[in-house]
């Protein structure tokens, strides 16, 4: 492990990659079957947000705003513009969830939205997600713990066969379902919170929804204190799990700093059998194994001589990096959105938090960059080979299904950068 | 603290034609049942399309980190493209407690240093106004340390919607840049094209015209604009509005301070580029160049009309309803009947009542103009045997359900509509989505549901 960079130099992000706490918080939000996000604050950040994921997602996205102007910002401390959100979004819909969400607006004047949401009849759970604090990862983990805080009741008795998981942000809907599989394949009943697996994996439904269709339900998540067992991917979701236990006893934890790539696989795998004490995997599971075996042989020779730039959140790079390192990709440059104690662990020669102006001052120290649409410009610039990754891709449809998790995804992200790097190369 | 704009002035804006009866776009949001931008985004629009410009947003990630490079606004700037940057001083909470007013002073000395735009306009934020953080000041610092304009924008999310933003742009642009510099030579046909963002190079569409008519466009508010032409915009003989509504108070102050008189047009379909390119003639009011002018209109409709003729052919008996908003309502619909497309009915339930007075007109008095929607659209399309329904994504499902082919007309557009070519591009996509068998084939049913 090499240099790591924890603080910014400039005063400024230039081509930033960071994503704000409001629209992380909003994602998790999404993740719940019916679910009508509201987000505290001028207009703007909503209407953004909104664009932001429909364009990702090819997928119409549920949220409203409070819609605080001026005048109101000064003589309304949330009391009116919450109150009177719900009551207009409830003339048209029934939502079976409330997410309330604030943005750098009310939490600058101090609004208590606690108190506001104390004043609401209607299922609602409330998060502080400032956008001058944190960013994408942290939005989507405190939204997560609220969920958890605020919904689930405790639980006396835990039943071992059901299992909580929850994932970081940057998995995507069929990652979380290949997830949820691969553990199902145990024997396991699982719920996973957020659940984007079942609402914005791009399914074609009868009608378009006014809210978020698909997703964990809330009585599911009520109910989450019953399983005996749960399993957090990311770091930035440890505090969720570690919520979680305080409703239950009982309940045990694993935690994963991801699952990307062989040994993160192999270490569920593991856990797994320990937990049921089965002799062995479902055969696919072993199947894949066996094909990620040899994906990392097809690929070594290429991924042995490219250098990569990996630019992401902290939980996604750690899982990048690492995949890459054990078929010999060599990361010379990481760069993390925010900061994050993370940072020691990833496998790079240098880790630093920063934004895509660092990616192109380093041009010459990489061959292939992984990052978000933003990247492009820099690789078609510097001639690079790029893989999209992260969000927002509004270059690529397909975003939803783009598998990198576990021994399968392992297999097809190694294929996808060898390959790259290898046209790169012809192309030079 | 001059360069603040008064904003009820703004929301009063008496070239409105909507202003005698009420301000339709101008009302405040109502929490929980609002959607659209704020005036932060509307300035950006108005704004970032100055290539040789930074564009520097002081507040929190949300702002910037969700919209750099969204907009597809081409320009011919040779230098580094800084529309396609971003620049932010993502600010933390140790700014909102202390003040961010450091970090914006050398994020501005960072920038010139690095990039050294022609001028740099510094955004205010919700978080940023609100904490106060002085940017007149800061910039007037700025542009005397660096000898640049440095132009402060005051159009934070929360003062309104998308179209004062537009305005407050436009009025940040009229107070730092208008007037501050002579062009080098002027001609008796130099016009401002007002309004025009050129995305996807619509601007590129028609210019060529114009500049073969011996129309100069001095400057630009704000497609494929430098800000060395913006500045010298007080010394054109005509301000062109291209379609945006929001900049009226600017040409209007602009008359008042200079005498420029402004038209305004649109360039989308045959009939609104014929009429705009000779609008602007006369408004210019030289004989020579109106001959000249309906000269070249002859020649491209000529030209146009004989490359239209195959998808005329193929879009006859074709009908088409058209679910949208604001000017669109009856531009896209005139751009259809254009290429042979009956447009039998329109949604006029988000238009002002100018735009619906235009969409009657363009659709004739048998056009249905819908008040509702989502709930006609569905019983137009069985009544009138509709072919195509151009909407916005959420009425894909009603287009499914009654197996027609569907285009999304809010969708990011990769190629121009504007201007005589233009029209071919989108003839082009619908005879595409017309076309395409995908809309009868999603709509099968499953073995197990049969």
Not at chain 2, 375 to 397: C, F, H, N, P, W
């Amino acid at each position: 492990m090499g240099e790591v960079i924890h603080k910014r130099v400039k005063p400024l992000q230039v081509n930033p990659f960071k994503l704000s706490q409001p629209m992380g918080a909003t994602l998790a939000f999404l993740g719940v079957d019916g679910c009508m996000p509201l987000m505290h604050g001028g207009q703007g950040c909503t209407s953004f947000t909104k664009v932001f994921f429909t364009r990702h997602f090819c997928e119409p996205i549920a949220i409203q705003t409070s819609a605080v102007t001026d005048a109101i910002a000064v003589l309304d401390g949330g009391d009116y513009s919450i109150v009177e959100s719900v009551k207009n979004i409830t003339k048209k819909v029934t939502p079976s969830l409330i997410g309330l969400l604030t943005t750098g607006l009310p939490e600058t004047k101090g609004d208590d939205i606690r108190g506001v949401a104390a004043q609401i009849d209607y299922p609602l759970v409330y998060v502080n997600t400032p956008d001058y604090e944190g960013g994408f990862e942290s939005g989507w983990a405190l939204t997560c713990k609220a969920m958890i805080e605020q919904l689930v009741e405790p639980a006396g008795r835990a039943d071992d066969n059901k299992l909580v998981l929850l994932p970081h942000i940057s998995l995507t809907p069929i990652e979380v379902e290949k997830i949820k599989e691969f553990i199902e394949g145990f024997g396991f009943n699982v719920f996973a919170l957020p659940d984007l697996s079942t609402s914005l994996d791009g399914h074609l439904g009868e009608k378009q929804a006014a809210l978020s269709s698909g997703g964990i339900a809330v009585e599911d998540i009520r109910k989450l204190g019953e399983a005996g067992l749960v399993l957090s991917v990311g770091d930035s979701m440890q505090a969720c799990a570690e919520a979680l236990l305080k409703k239950s006893p009982e309940m045990r934890h694993h935690h994963f700093p991801h699952l990307q790539g062989f040994e993160a696989t192999d270490s569920l795998a593991e856990l797994l059998l320990t937990e049921t004490g089965f002799s062995g995997p479902p055969l696919a599971v072993a199947r894949w194994r066996q094909r990620l075996q040899d994906a990392m042989l097809d690929s070594h020779f290429s991924l042995g001589q490219s250098r990569f730039l990996v630019a992401a959140e902290p939980d996604q790079l750690t899982g990048i990096c690492q995949a890459l390192y054990d078929a010999g990709g060599k990361v010379t440059v990481a760069i993390s959105s925010v900061d994050s104690p993370q940072l020691e662990k990833i496998i790079a020669e240098t880790v630093l938090v920063g934004d895509l102006e660092d990616a192109e001052h380093l041009a010459d120290d990489y061959d292939v960059i992984i990052g978000n649409f933003h990247c492009e410009a820099i690789a078609h610039r510097h001639h690079k080979g790029l893989v999209l990754r992260g969000f927002p891709n509004w270059e690529q449809v397909g975003n939803p299904l783009k598998n990198d998790a576990l021994y399968e995804g392992g297999a097809y992200f190694l294929f996808e950068c060898a390959n790259t790097a290898m046209e790169m190369r012809g192309h030079h | 603290m001059a360069s603040k704009p008064k904003i009820k002035e703004l929301l009063d804006e008496s070239s409105c034609a909507h202003n005698q009866t009420r301000k339709v776009a101008c009302n405040a949001p109502t929490p929980g049942a609002t959607t659209g931008g704020c005036a932060f985004e509307g300035a950006q629009i108005s704004l970032f399309p100055y290539a040789d410009a930074a564009h520097l947003v002081h507040g929190p990630m949300t702002c910037l980190g969700s919209s750099w490079e969204t907009r597809a606004t081409g320009t011919s700037y040779t230098g580094r493209d800084l529309t396609q940057m971003g620049f932010t001083t993502d600010i933390n909470i140790n700014d909102v407690v202390f003040s961010g007013e450091e970090k914006v002073a050398a994020s501005i000395d960072y920038i010139m240093t690095h990039y050294s735009p022609e001028a740099v306009f510094v955004y205010a934020t919700c978080v940023t106004a609100m904490i106060g953080d002085d940017l007149d000041l800061l910039s007037k610092q700025a542009a005397e340390r660096h000898g640049v304009p440095v132009v402060p924008v005051h159009a934070p999310g929360f003062v309104g919607s998308k179209n004062l933003g537009s305005r407050l742009g436009g009025e940040a642009v009229l107070t730092h840049l208008i007037g501050t510099k002579e062009p080098e030579t002027t001609t008796p046909f130099d016009i401002n094209l007002i309004g025009e963002y050129n995305v996807t190079g619509d601007m590129w569409q028609y210019t060529p015209l114009l500049e073969e008519l011996g129309i100069r466009v001095l400057s630009t508010l704000s497609g494929d604009g430098r800000v060395a032409q913006i500045r010298t915009a007080h010394r054109a003989k005509l301000n062109v509005l291209v379609c945006a509504k929001s900049l009226v108070s600017l040409t209007r102050k602009m008359e008042e301070r200079y005498g420029i008189p402004s038209i305004a047009l649109s360039f989308y379909g045959q009939r609104d580029t014929s009429n705009g390119l000779l609008a602007i003639a006369e408004a210019l009011g030289d004989a020579e160049l109106i001959e000249r002018t309906k000269q070249l209109i002859a020649r491209e409709e000529t030209k146009l009309t004989e490359k239209l003729k195959p998808y005329q052919t193929f879009f006859k008996g074709k009908k088409a309803v058209l679910n949208t908003g604001g000017n669109k309502t009856w531009s896209i619909a005139a751009a259809l009947q254009d290429l042979g497309i009956e447009v039998v009915a329109t949604a006029v339930k988000k238009a002002t009542q100018d735009d619906r007075e235009k969409a009657r007109k363009t659709l004739g008095k048998n056009g249905v103009l819908m008040m509702n929607p989502g709930v006609e659209q569905a019983k137009i399309i069985d009544e009138t045997g509709a072919d195509l329904l151009l909407a916005g994504g959420r009425s894909l499902y009603t287009a499914i359900k009654k197996g027609i082919a569907f285009a999304d007309v809010n969708q990011e557009k990769k190629k121009s509509y504007g201007g005589y070519e233009g029209l071919l591009n989108l003839a082009e996509d619908l005879k595409n989505a017309l076309q395409n068998p995908v809309f009868k084939n999603v709509a099968r049913r499953a073995p197990w549901e049969k």
